[in-house]
């Protein structure tokens, strides 16, 4: 899913937008983004950011887990995928983010959606993180794909 609203994002930049941007840079530097959960496992966001020690505590598990990962590869491969694997670079790194974080958003609406008030309090948290991005691709994302997300399949006519 990260991937698919990285690409999207990029195509919003391009082409709404009219700033240079590669989609297929997007979608591939989201791919990988997470690879490194596959030594650290995932950690849910609110712990990752409970205290400055454990964000950067984390921050150092990550940056090992992507040194260890990058060790396995030969070494002809591992130039190319050090930016991979590090989330991308630049505006493809904010971009790529900015889907992590569309990502949650969308599965806190549609589990709000199907019933499971639970999610009502990440939804908001993750929306205000969405809106302090300031980025004008998630707000056009925002206002023309997110209905959708908030109807039922009765609803869409599915």
């Known amino acids: ?40 496992g995932d950690m849910p966001t609110p712990i990752k ?31 190319s995928y050090l930016p991979l694997l590090s989330g991308g670079e630049g505006e493809i790194r904010e971009l790529v983010h900015a889907a992590d974080k569309l990502a949650a958003y969308i599965k806190c609406v549609e589990e709000e959606r199907a019933g499971n008030h639970e999610f009502r309090l990440a939804a908001r948290q993750i929306k205000e993180r969405l809106d302090e991005l300031d980025m004008p691709e998630v707000r056009y994302f925002i206002e023309n794909f997110m209905p959708p997300f908030e109807l039922t399949l009765d609803e869409l006519g599915v």
């Open 1 to 40: 899913m990260t991937a698919v609203l990285a690409h999207g994002l990029a195509l919003i930049r391009r082409d709404v937008f009219g700033k240079p941007c590669d989609p297929g840079e997007a979608a591939t530097a989201a791919l990988f983004h997470d690879a490194g959960e596959i030594i650290t």
């Open 49 to 79: 950011y409970m205290s400055p020690e454990l964000t950067s505590a984390y921050k150092d598990a990550e940056r090992s887990a992507t040194g260890r990962l990058l060790a396995q590869l030969p070494a002809e491969l591992r130039e």
